[in-house]
């Protein structure tokens, strides 16, 4: 999505300083095309050649060779493309694999999936920054489907995943006995059954804790 908004911002900019302002219909469908056909296939080398749909509004543009329309397609530099449309995103999506692997005790293999988890050039660059702790880096066959087809599996077969890490705190408000020194004065409440403490932060879970699933039994009860 990310990268999809990059280049949408890039042919308008393109666009513009050849006086010519698009549809955002026209700009989707460029868009669009760049996903489907060319996005998988970028590989931080090559030029790649967008094909442009039938519209008047290529008429208005002043000088479309300079900004590499000819015969019916568009020229995107490989460099720009990585400066400007991949690399602010491929820098995001490395600096979350770090923190995920700094949290994680062993990590023996990276498997990319999605939509741009089908990137060839995002693929290599997982590969140069992680290659030498990481064994396994790689993508699976249709990596776009492979989220749906893992939903698929899981529905047919709950059993298939055993445990999950929180991705985040996971807590609720209770009332318990009241602490001197640790509780609020102004939580303080008198009841039938003691001093209690009227708000208690009561953490249930933490943020990466691993529980396992299916687990018939409460951890704790609250009366």
Known sequence: MFIDLNLGNLLIEKFKRQGAVFPKSVIQTLVETFAYQLKPQFDGEEDMYLALPRNDCFDDIK???????????????????????????????????????????????????????????????????????????????????AVVCGAVYAGLNPRAVTSRI????????????????????????????????QNRFDTLSEKDKRFKLMSASPSRIFL
């Open 166 to 197: 929180t991705r985040r705190c996971y807590s609720t408000d209770v009332i318990l006995p009241f602490i001197n020194g640790v509780d609020p004065i102004t939580l303080k409440n008198d009841r039938i059954n003691g001093v209690m403490c």
């Open 63 to 145: 000088d479309p060779r300079s900004i590499g329309i000819d015969g019916g397609y568009m020229c995107l530099d490989a460099s720009e493309l990585k400066r400007v449309v991949f690399e602010p995103v491929v820098k995001q999506v490395l600096g979350l694999i770090r923190e995920q692997l700094r949290g994680a005790k062993r990590c023996s293999a990276i498997f990319m999936v999605g939509g741009f988890g089908s990137s060839t050039y995002l693929l290599d660059r997982v590969k140069q920054e992680f290659g030498g702790v990481i064994k396994t880096i790689a993508a699976p066959h249709r990596p776009e489907m």
